[in-house]
C-alpha cells in the first residue's frame, strides 16, 4: 500500500467546474482520491507544497508522433511512414516507437502525459494508432486507424507511380479497403477459419471497437471523408481540420471531433493556405468538440499552450482553450473515464505550473502521472526547450 | 614540474628500466637513467609499468565520419569528381566524434588525417594531436601528405557510375594528367594560385610524400612507375603484396603504412592480407608503421594490431616502433611526438603491463603534460 | 505630426523603460519624447499600451517561398548549381506573400529575405519592409549579404546527386577556390564582368559580408578560419554548437542568428537544436538575434518565439532585444532603427498589455511613421 499524497495548492484547475483558489488533491494508488478545499494532513502523508503555483490535470495530446521519429536520428530512426503501400491497416504505430526518445522527455517536461501517437499521413490507411502516457506506460492499443486524404499520399505515391496520384484514388483506395474489409467479413461468417492478417485491423472499425482518424486539411477532403465514413457506417475523428471553419456547421451537425493545428507551421502545402488561428473560436462558437494538437515533431509538446496562447489572444475564451487540451481530448480518445481532469477515482496525472499556462513565461514545475513525480524543474538543463 | 618515474620506458627506440621522465611546461625536459630527483617536483611513481609515447596512427578518417552517426554524415570521399587535390581532410575533421575520446582513452594521442580511396588524387592529409583545444590549435602539421589512390577503390566508384576513370589505366591516366599540369604550373610560376595544382607542386618539390593507396603487386608497381616519372617521395598504405616485390621497394619508399589487418580481405586486390606481412616487410630494413584505417578498424585496438604482427615474427622492439616513433617520422613530426627523449611533447602513455599483451590496459595518458586519461 | 501618448516605453537603449510619456512623430521619423502633451497634430492614445521598437527578423525566405500556393510556387533555393553567388532575392521577390501580412499583424516592420539552402553559395540576400507593392518599393538594402551555406542541408543535397561538393572538404575546397579565383579577378583588368566573380570580390573587399549558414562546431571553425585568412565579414546563422566555440566568437566578435525554435523532429546534426544553449552567448556578451526562419515557422510568432529565451533565464528586456535592437545592429541599421529614440525612425510595435504578460499581444504596428496594423 503506497503512501498518501497531497497537494497543497495553488489554483486547482479541476476541470470539472471552477477552479478551486486553494486546496488540497489526495492521492492514493495512483489515482485521485478526493478535492478538497480544507484538510488536516495525516502524519505519514507525503505532502507536496504547490501554494502561490497553479495545478492542472496532466495535459493531453491526441495527435503526435513522438518516438516514431526519434529525435537526432535521421531516417535510421524514423518509422511512422510505412509508404511503399498505400494501404497499411495491419502496421502499429507500437512496434515503432522509442519510448525512450528525447520527445518523450521533452513531453514530460512540458506537462504532457498522456499521448495518441498514430502512425503518419503518406498512406491512405497507414496502421493503427496507440495512446500511452508519457512515461512509455500503454494505456490503449490500437486506439485507432489512421487515415488521410489531401495532399500526401497523393504526392508520395504518384512520385512512385503508383495508385493514388490524385484525389479520386485517394478516395477510391480509401473506399476500396472498406469494402474489401466488408467482403472478409462475409467470408469469415461462412468460414471461421478464414483470416486476412492485413484486412483483420479493419473490422474493428465495422465491430465499433475505435474509430478511424482521418488526416485532411481542405473542405472538400473533409467532406469527402465523410462521405465514405458515412457510406460504411464507420465513427471516425478529424485530423488537422484545417478549413473546418468554413464548414463549421456541418462538423456540429455531425458531431465530428476534430484534432485542431498545428497552428504554429507555415502553409507550405496548397492545402495549408487557409490556416488560420481562428478556426478554433469558430468551433467554440459552432459548438465542434476540438483539441489543440502538434503533431509532433512538427512543433515541440511545448508549443501547445503556445497555440492556444494565440488562440486565446484572437478571442477564444480561455475556458475552452484548457478544455481542448484536457477533457476534450480525453473524451475524443474516449478516455474521460481516466484522464483529462481531476476528480475522484481518475488517475493522477497533474502538472504543476509556475504561472497560468496562458502566461508565454509560464514554466513546468512538476509533473505527476499515476501519482508518482516523474519531472521536477531544477535548472534550465532539465528544460528541452 | 612533474617526474614520471620507475617502469619500463620505451622511448621510441630503445628501452630504459627505472628511469625517470621531466615534464615542464608540456614538454619532456629530460630522460634519466637513474631515479635521482629535485626537490619540489611532482612525482608519479610508475614502478611495474609500461611506458610508451603517446601511439600514433599513420592512416585514418576518424572525425570525418562520426562514430554511430546515421548514414549520410560521411565526409571522407569526395565521390564525385576524380582528382581533387586541393581538399583538405581537416575540413570534414569534427573534433567531437565519439570515437576520439575512446582512441585517447586506449593511449592514441596523434594521428594522421586523410580523405578515402574513391578518388585517385583525394587531397591532402593532416597530422592531428587530441587535444582539449580549438580545431586550429589540434593541428601538428596541415600540410602533411597527398593522397593518391590506385586499384580497385577508384575504379569501381567512378566505373560503377560509367564514368571515367573504369579502368586502372585511367587511374593513373588521371594522375599522371595532373601531376604533369603541376609540373608545367610549377615551371611557369603564374601569377595566380591554382589551389588545386598547388598541393601536388608540393610533391614534386618534395615538401611532403604522395602517400599512395594500392594493394596487389600491379599497384604498387604502378606507384613505382609514377615515383620514376615524377621524382615525388612516396609511402605506400596497405601494400597488401608488398612481400612480393620487397626487394624492389627498397630505397624507393620513405616506408610502408600496413593495416588494417584485422578481418577477412574483402576484394580480390587485398587477398594477400596478412599479420605477417609486417615481419617480412621489415626485414628487408623498410620502415613500416601499423594502421587501424579507422574506422575500417577501431584506432582504439591499436596495440592490438601491433602484437598480432609481433606473434607472427615481427622483432618486439620494431613492433613497438610500428606505433610510435615510425609513423611520426613519416608524418615528418618526429620533433615533437613518436619518442620520448628531451624537447618532444610530453604526450605519453601508461600501461598496467607490456603494450602487446592483450590483458595489459591502458591506466594513463598524458597529452602535452597534462593528465586526460 | 502625431502625438502618442504610451503608458511605458520600452527604448531597448539598455535597461531604459520611460513612463507615461508622449513620442512626437513628424516625416516618419521619432522627433521628440515628451513628458507633456504638446499642442496640435493627431493624437493616438495608446495610453494603456507598452511601445517598443518594431521587430525585424534577420533569416525569412518571405516573399521568395510563398505561401499557400504549394510547392510549385517556392522560388527560394536555385538547386541547380553549387555556386551561384550572383542570384538576387530581389528578383524573385513577390509582395502579395500571405506571410507578409503575418509580419505586419507580429509587429514585424524589417526583414531579410535569402535565397538557398541547396547551392554552397546561393546568392545575395537584402533587407525589405513589409509595406509596399513591389520588390523596388520594400527594398531597404540590396544586396546585404552573400549566403554561404557550409551546413548539412547543402552537402546532402549534393551528395544524394552525386555531385560536387558532397563532402565538408568538398565544400570548403570550393570556398577557397571561388576566393583565390575572385583574388586574382580584382587585381586584374577584366575586359568581359564575370558576374559571379563581381559578387565574390564585394565580399572580399568587405562591402557586404557573408551570411553563413553552419551546424557543428568545426564548421563554425572553418568560418573562422576563413574568416581570418580573407578578411571577409561574417554572420553565423544555425550554428547549434554556437555554444562550444563561444569564446572564440567573443573574440572575433561574430554575430549569430539563432533559431527557430518552437520546432522538433532534429536530425543527427541539430541534436544540440536547443534555446537553452543560447544561454551562453548571452552569458558572454556575444551579439545575436533571433528568427523564424519564415516559413519554417511562421513569421508572426516572432514575439513569443522571444519568451522561450525568457523562459532558459535571459532577462525580458534582453530577450526583446534579440528581434529588436541586436538585428537592427547586426543588419548595419541601428542608427536608423532598433530603438525608440530621437532621430531614429517611427518603427513602432504596440502590445496590449505588459511585456509578455497573461494577454499581451502586439495591438498595432506603425511602419515609418505611418499605422500599418492598428486594433485599438
Known amino acids: 500500500m503506497e503512501k498518501l499524497l497531497i497537494l497543497k495548492g495553488g489554483k486547482i484547475f479541476t476541470m470539472e467546474g471552477k477552479p478551486l483558489d486553494e486546496g488540497y488533491i489526495i492521492i492514493e494508488n495512483g489515482k485521485i482520491d478526493d478535492i478538497r478545499d480544507k484538510m488536516e494532513i495525516p502524519a505519514e502523508a507525503d505532502v507536496i507544497n504547490a501554494q502561490g503555483k497553479f495545478i492542472y490535470p496532466g495535459f493531453i495530446d491526441i495527435h503526435v508522433h513522438t518516438g516514431l521519429w526519434e529525435e537526432g536520428a535521421n531516417v535510421e530512426g524514423s518509422d511512422g511512414n510505412e509508404m511503399v503501400d498505400p494501404v497499411t491497416p495491419h502496421v502499429r504505430a507500437i512496434d515503432g516507437i522509442n519510448f525512450h526518445d528525447d520527445g518523450f522527455k521533452e513531453a514530460i517536461s512540458s506537462g504532457l502525459t498522456t499521448l495518441n501517437i498514430m502512425p503518419g499521413s503518406a498512406n491512405v490507411i497507414g496502421g493503427q494508432g496507440v495512446i500511452a502516457k508519457t512515461i512509455g506506460e500503454i494505456v490503449l492499443n490500437p486506439s485507432g486507424i489512421k487515415m488521410a486524404l489531401g495532399e500526401n499520399p497523393k504526392r508520395v505515391y504518384s512520385s512512385q507511380k503508383k495508385m493514388p496520384a490524385t484525389r479520386l484514388g485517394n478516395a477510391f483506395i480509401m473506399r476500396k479497403a472498406l469494402q474489401d474489409t466488408l467482403n472478409y467479413i462475409q467470408k469469415k461468417g461462412k468460414d471461421r477459419h478464414y483470416f486476412d492478417f492485413k484486412l483483420e485491423p479493419l473490422v474493428g472499425l465495422f465491430e465499433g471497437k475505435y474509430p478511424a482518424k482521418i488526416h485532411a486539411h481542405r473542405e472538400d477532403d473533409i467532406l469527402t471523408a465523410l462521405r465514405i465514413m458515412k457510406e460504411f457506417g464507420i465513427k471516425f475523428t478529424l485530423e488537422h481540420s484545417t478549413e473546418g471553419h468554413l464548414i463549421a456547421d456541418i462538423l456540429a451537425k455531425e458531431c465530428i471531433p476534430c484534432a485542431l493545428g498545428p497552428t504554429i507551421s507555415s502553409r507550405i502545402k496548397q492545402e495549408l493556405r487557409n490556416r488560420t488561428i481562428e478556426t478554433a473560436k469558430v468551433y467554440e462558437e459552432k459548438g465542434v468538440l476540438f483539441a489543440f494538437v502538434t503533431d509532433f515533431p512538427v512543433i515541440p509538446h511545448y508549443a501547445l499552450f503556445y497555440s492556444a496562447q494565440m488562440a486565446v489572444r484572437r478571442g477564444l475564451s480561455e475556458e475552452t482553450a484548457l478544455k481542448a487540451m484536457t477533457v476534450n481530448s480525453a473524451k475524443i480518445l474516449g478516455l474521460e473515464d481516466r484522464v483529462g481532469s481531476l476528480k475522484k477515482g481518475k488517475d493522477a496525472d497533474l502538472v504543476i505550473t509556475d504561472r497560468e499556462v496562458f502566461d508565454p513565461r509560464f514554466k513546468v514545475l512538476m509533473t505527476i502521472i499515476n501519482g508518482k513525480i516523474v519531472y521536477e524543474h531544477k535548472t534550465k538543463e532539465d528544460l528541452f526547450i | ?373 | 505630426m502625431k502625438v502618442i501618448k504610451s503608458k511605458k516605453i520600452l527604448t531597448m537603449k539598455g535597461k531604459e523603460v520611460l513612463e507615461g510619456k508622449y513620442i512626437i512623430v513628424e516625416n516618419g521619423i521619432i522627433s521628440d519624447i515628451v513628458s507633456k502633451k504638446p499642442e496640435g497634430g493627431e493624437y493616438v492614445d495608446a495610453s494603456k499600451m507598452i511601445v517598443l521598437p518594431s521587430f525585424i527578423d534577420p533569416s525569412t525566405s518571405l516573399g521568395l517561398a510563398e505561401e499557400g500556393a504549394g510547392f510549385n510556387y517556392y522560388d527560394s533555393d536555385e538547386s541547380t548549381s553549387p555556386s551561384l553567388p550572383q542570384i538576387r532575392a530581389i528578383d524573385a521577390f513577390y509582395p502579395k506573400d500571405p506571410g507578409i501580412k503575418d509580419a505586419i499583424r507580429g509587429g514585424i516592420s524589417y526583414f531579410i529575405s535569402s535565397p538557398g539552402p541547396s547551392a554552397v553559395f546561393s546568392g545575395l540576400e537584402g533587407i525589405f519592409s513589409v509595406k509596399g507593392n513591389s520588390a523596388d518599393e520594400m527594398v531597404k538594402k540590396f544586396p546585404f549579404a552573400l549566403k554561404l551555406n557550409m551546413n548539412h542541408s547543402a552537402r546532402v543535397h549534393w551528395h544524394s546527386q552525386g555531385k560536387f561538393p558532397s563532402t565538408k572538404m568538398g565544400i570548403v575546397a570550393l570556398v577557397r577556390e571561388k576566393f583565390e579565383k575572385a583574388k586574382y579577378y580584382k587585381k586584374a583588368r577584366q575586359k568581359e564582368t564575370d558576374l559571379e566573380m563581381e559578387t565574390i570580390v564585394k565580399v572580399l573587399k568587405g562591402e557586404i559580408p557573408l551570411k553563413v549558414a553552419v551546424n557543428t562546431r568545426d564548421e563554425i571553425e572553418k568560418t573562422l578560419e576563413l574568416k581570418r585568412e580573407y578578411g571577409v565579414n561574417i554572420i553565423l546563422q544555425e550554428a547549434e554548437d554556437s555554444y562550444m566555440v563561444a569564446d572564440l566568437l567573443r573574440q572575433e566578435d561574430i554575430p549569430v542568428i539563432v533559431g527557430p525554435y518552437f520546432t522538433a523532429g532534429r536530425m543527427y546534426h541539430q541534436r544540440h537544436h536547443y534555446a537553452k544553449y543560447i544561454y551562453s552567448l548571452y552569458e558572454k556578451g556575444i551579439l545575436f538575434a533571433l528568427t523564424t526562419c519564415h516559413p519554417v515557422i511562421p513569421i508572426n510568432y516572432l514575439y513569443f518565439e522571444s519568451v522561450l529565451l525568457v523562459k532558459i533565464g535571459i532577462p525580458e528586456l534582453d530577450a526583446i532585444r534579440s528581434i529588436t535592437a541586436n538585428p537592427a545592429r547586426i543588419l548595419g541599421m541601428d542608427s536608423e532603427v532598433g530603438t525608440v529614440e530621437i532621430g531614429k525612425k517611427a518603427n513602432l510595435a504596440f502590445l496590449s498589455d505588459d511585456l509578455y504578460s497573461l494577454h499581451s499581444d502586439v495591438i498595432a504596428h506603425m511602419l515609418e511613421g505611418e499605422f500599418v496594423w492598428k486594433n485599438f
Do not use: W
Open chain 2, 1 to 373: 614540474m612533474l617526474v614520471l618515474r620507475g617502469g619500463r620506458i620505451f622511448t621510441g627506440e630503445s628501452f630504459i628500466d627505472d628511469g625517470a621522465i621531466f615534464i615542464e611546461n608540456g614538454k619532456i625536459t629530460k630522460v634519466l637513467k637513474r631515479k635521482r630527483i629535485p626537490s619540489g617536483a611532482e612525482i608519479v611513481d610508475l614502478k611495474g609499468k609500461f611506458i610508451l609515447p603517446g601511439l600514433i596512427d599513420a592512416h585514418t578518417h576518424i572525425g570525418m565520419k562520426d562514430e554511430a552517426a546515421p548514414r549520410e554524415y560521411s565526409n571522407v570521399n569526395e565521390a564525385t569528381e576524380p582528382a581533387t587535390p586541393h581538399l583538405y581532410a581537416i575540413d570534414s575533421f569534427n573534433p567531437e566524434d565519439p570515437a576520439i575520446k575512446k582512441a585517447i582513452a586506449a593511449g592514441v594521442t596523434t594521428v594522421f588525417i586523410t580523405p578515402g580511396s574513391a578518388n585517385p588524387i583525394g587531397g591532402m592529409g593532416s597530422v592531428i594531436k587530441f587535444r582539449s583545444a580549438p580545431l586550429k590549435e589540434m593541428i601538428l602539421r596541415k600540410d602533411a601528405g597527398l593522397k593518391i589512390a590506385l586499384g580497385e577503390n577508384p575504379k569501381l566508384t567512378y566505373g560503377g557510375k560509367n564514368t571515367f576513370p573504369m579502368t586502372r589505366m585511367a587511374v593513373s591516366a588521371i594522375i599522371r594528367e595532373n601531376f604533369t599540369k603541376a609540373l608545367k604550373y610549377a615551371e611557369k610560376k603564374k601569377k595566380e594560385t591554382d589551389i588545386r595544382l598547388q598541393n601536388i607542386v608540393k610533391t614534386l618539390r618534395k615538401e611532403l610524400p604522395c602517400r599512395i593507396h594500392c594493394h596487389s603487386v600491379q599497384d604498387i608497381e604502378t606507384a613505382l612507375r609514377l615515383q620514376e616519372e615524377f621524382g615525388f617521395e612516396m609511402i605506400l598504405e596497405h601494400a597488401s603484396d608488398a612481400p612480393m616485390v620487397v626487394e624492389k621497394l627498397k630505397d624507393r619508399v620513405i616506408g610502408i603504412v600496413v593495416g588494417p589487418l584485422f578481418g577477412i580481405s574483402s576484394k580480390p586486390e587485398s587477398k594477400n592480407l596478412s599479420f605477417k606481412n609486417p615481419a617480412i616487410i621489415s626485414s628487408f630494413g623498410i620502415p613500416i608503421a601499423i594502421t587501424s584505417d579507422h574506422p575500417f578498424n577501431a584506432i582504439y585496438y591499436l596495440t592490438i594490431y601491433a602484437a598480432m604482427s609481433y606473434k607472427e615474427g615481427l622483432d618486439e622492439t620494431t613492433a613497438l616502433k610500428t606505433v610510435t616513433s615510425t609513423p611520426a617520422k613519416f608524418l615528418g613530426v618526429e620533433d615533437r611526438v613518436g619518442y620520448i627523449r628531451r624537447g618532444n611533447d610530453a604526450d605519453i602513455v601508461v600501461f598496467s603491463g607490456h603494450p602487446l599483451d592483450i590483458m595489459s590496459r591502458v591506466e594513463t595518458v598524458f597529452i602535452d603534460g597534462v593528465r586526460v586519461i
